[in-house]
């Protein structure tokens, strides 16, 4: 009996061991996972509220409370967690936001604009697509006149998210002389998950934002009595009672603070910067390259803000080139060109509009037609011809006095 009793005591001496060391390890995988999990740097999912409402667009549910999100990092965790590509996106800044499913005439589509947008915010939005495999069929370029200027006010890069940037460039444009280091290849990244002070940061981080108002909320209201903003699961925005209801005193007024100020994104720009040019070419030849149908899109000033603008032919001489020098190169390509930065060439009016940049869908359908009717064009050889629309163009050859 005894010598079955000391027996007994080895085994479990020796089943102690592991097991005590199993349940130590639990510790020190649990601190990575969570680190993991929360992600509170965004290294390696992207960070934790934009994750919600990527995942909520994906589920087919509308957003609030969003605006502090970084609409970029969206749009990226949106294309990496798609199941198949939709067959048509937007690209652009804010001035696209108001084209929807309805509008593009398309149940695939999905508005990938952003606002202040710059220009390779613009350009790798469609390499988030690419970069798994989810190829559009057409793509709708919103074209602002600020990406061909190389003024300061254009190229801020304040929101840019440089890393997918220079990947754009490394893999869609075969830049050999840009280097990328994905951060899941950083090996600092993964040892931070294993230290407690991370862990403790991790956990601070997700009980500081969890009831602080920065969580995005599931819209499953009256969208005709919403104050606010709401990203619809197209990526579209919905504008809600607070600039739906303004009058149109209220509209001008708000207009003409916008644009008597400054000419967004537009200010210092006297002519197209070729290397801007040349970056647009490039853009445009990788997205035919990959198989997708190109139509550009120009969303439309208001029309005080486009009689001010005229007014001021020196100040904005590299505004006035861009549309002419767009609908060339399209003549030249073959390529649709829908809208025009005249609100005159569109047939919209001051009701048509939100402010002095943004266009309401009532405005939207009177220049663009929808996809399927496009294509219908497209067919017959009846598409527009881009040479077609003048735009206004200044008749003074000097600024007035102010």
């Not at 003409?256 to 100020?261: D, L, N, R």
């Amino acid at each position: 009996m005894r010598k079955f009793l000391k027996v007994l005591q080895a085994v479990g001496y020796a089943l102690f061991v592991p097991v005590k060391l199993a349940a130590l390890a639990v510790i020190p995988l649990f601190v990575f996972w969570y680190g993991y999990t929360i992600d509170r740097n965004g290294w390696f999912q992207g960070a934790q509220y934009e994750r919600e409402v990527a995942q909520a667009l994906l589920d087919g549910h509308s957003i609030t409370n969003y605006t502090k999100m970084e609409e970029r990092e969206i749009v990226k965790l949106y294309a990496q967690n798609l199941d198949k590509a939709p067959t048509s996106i937007a690209l652009g800044s804010s001035r696209v936001l108001q084209i929807t499913r309805e509008l593009a005439g398309d149940e695939g589509f999905f508005n990938a604009g952003m606002i202040g947008a710059e220009y390779p915010d613009v350009y790798d939005s469609y390499y988030l697509f690419d970069r798994v495999g989810l190829i559009p069929d057409t793509v709708i370029l919103g074209i602002d006149p600020w990406l061909f200027s190389a003024g300061p006010d254009a190229n801020t890069f304040k929101r840019v998210d440089m890393q997918m940037w220079n990947e754009y460039q490394r893999f869609a444009l075969g830049r050999t002389d840009i280097d990328v280091t994905q951060a899941t290849e950083n090996m600092n990244f993964w040892m931070a998950l294993t230290s407690p002070a991370f862990f403790h940061e991790s956990m601070e981080y997700y009980l500081d934002n969890k009831e602080n108002g920065m969580r995005p909320d599931i819209f499953d209201g009256d969208l005709a009595t919403e104050p606010g903003e709401v990203k619809m699961p197209d990526g579209s925005v919905w504008y809600g009672t607070d600039l739906r209801n303004m009058t149109a005193e209220e509209v001008n007024a708000t207009a003409t603070a916008q644009f008597v100020s400054s000419l967004v994104n537009c200010e210092e720009f006297y002519e197209l910067d070729e290397e801007h040019i040349e970056m647009f070419r490039q853009f445009v030849d990788y997205v035919r390259s990959r198989g997708s149908y190109v139509v550009f899109f120009l969303a439309p000033y208001y029309p005080e803000a486009y009689n001010w603008i005229v007014n001021f032919p020196v100040r904005y001489s590299g505004f006035f080139q861009v549309e002419n020098w767009v609908r060339q190169y399209a003549a030249e390509q073959g390529i649709p060109v829908y809208g025009s930065y005249d609100p005159e060439a569109c047939g919209c009016t001051h009701a048509d509009f939100f402010d002095a940049w943004h266009v309401k869908d009532t405005g939207i359908r009177k220049f663009f037609p929808g996809l399927q009717a496009i294509y219908a064009a497209r067919e017959a050889g009846t598409l527009p011809d881009p040479l077609a629309v003048q735009p206004r163009m200044p008749t003074a050859t000097e600024d007035p006095i102010l």
